[in-house]
DNA sequence: GGATGCATGTAAAATGTTACATGATTTA
DNA sequence: TAAATCATGTAACATTTTACATGCATCC
């Protein structure tokens, strides 16, 4: 029984909120790749398909900031022999914080943000031949991200990636 | 050919980057309805089946006054004989600007912010036994969400509605 | 020697969230 | 007359974006 929760942001969020998207997200990296940098963490979220977030060092060095802060992480100073750097990696609380996020059943559920649907939506304000026109438009650029290689690295991610790309395909298909 | 923008967001936006999908929305809104209170705005984001708007005055009242300034909408002082309001619909410019938002096929395209893809590229990590749990209280979640009403005064957005949620039953009956 | 990649960070600005507040009107 | 709805707004705060900045190491 997952509980219904409200956004995060505001003056909430005293942890008891659960995690945000994106601190699920980045614990996700981590726990598939054990102790990572947070510049890999960027590259990780700049390398993603979906263009919702930036990867960008003012989202991701303060969100690490803040999970340190709240046990999740710990930090180890390390080296390759020459340059120094600084990994993460989950604490026991960062890891059941982590699959309260992944198994929350109700945010799962909700539809997020879907720039496609929310135009969907419209688009019968428009006449039937632009419409036409709009959906093929998409359908080729859903094509080109599905040509173009992503998660290469992981195959479990790659095979979601894909069938999201399949689903959307077919949705749209039954739109036409 | 749509061009691929940057997120809205930080100094950017000279208002030369498009719209926002909170702006975009919005004036879907007021395509079809033609002139509304923001009080209405804010109940059609807050009704809306997705919970990824609050549709908090807090949102809505500072976005108005951002496309006024634009000069994409207008204001017209309106009353039903006792209660004094303020009307807003679109000016020429903002039906352009609409439109440009509405056909844009490089945004419609991306993954946007998927709750459960977002879940699921990790959700090997767990075992067999808890990933089916997961995805059947999703199914079940996102049948509970077809069982509850919406759009009734839209048939459009009610058909794409229905049809968003059966594609991703779809979908997770293909994960399964 | 210059470009590229790894790694770390900060600053200003935009946008949104929660929460609070007010007042008029309508319905129970 | 109390509660709900319509309608308008503000304040504090969190998150994130873009943009800038630094330094070391490696590759060409």
Not at 109 to 122: C, F, K, V, W, Y
């Amino acid at each position: 029984m997952e509980t219904k929760r409200k956004k995060p942001s505001g003056p909430s969020r005293g942890r008891e909120a659960g995690l945000t998207d994106l601190e699920g997200a980045a614990l996700a990296v981590i726990a598939r790749r054990g102790r990572v940098t947070r510049y890999a963490l960027m590259q990780a979220f700049a390398g993603s398909p979906s263009g919702f977030w930036s990867g960008s060092a003012g989202a991701v060095y303060p969100m690490i900031r803040r999970l340190l802060a709240a046990r999740m992480l710990n930090a180890h100073a390390a080296s390759d022999g020459r340059r120094k750097r600084v990994d993460y990696d989950m604490t026991a609380k960062g890891r059941a914080a982590f699959e309260a996020w992944l198994l929350d059943a109700g945010r799962a559920a909700d539809m997020g943000m879907d720039p496609l649907r929310t135009r969907l939506i419209s688009l019968d304000l428009l006449p039937a031949a632009r419409r036409k026109t709009f959906l093929n438009e998409v359908a080729a650029e859903i094509a080109r991200i599905a040509a173009s290689p992503a998660f290469e690295d992981d195959r479990a991610a790659r095979a979601v990636h894909e069938s999201w790309l399949a689903a959307r395909m077919a949705w749209i298909r039954t739109l036409g």
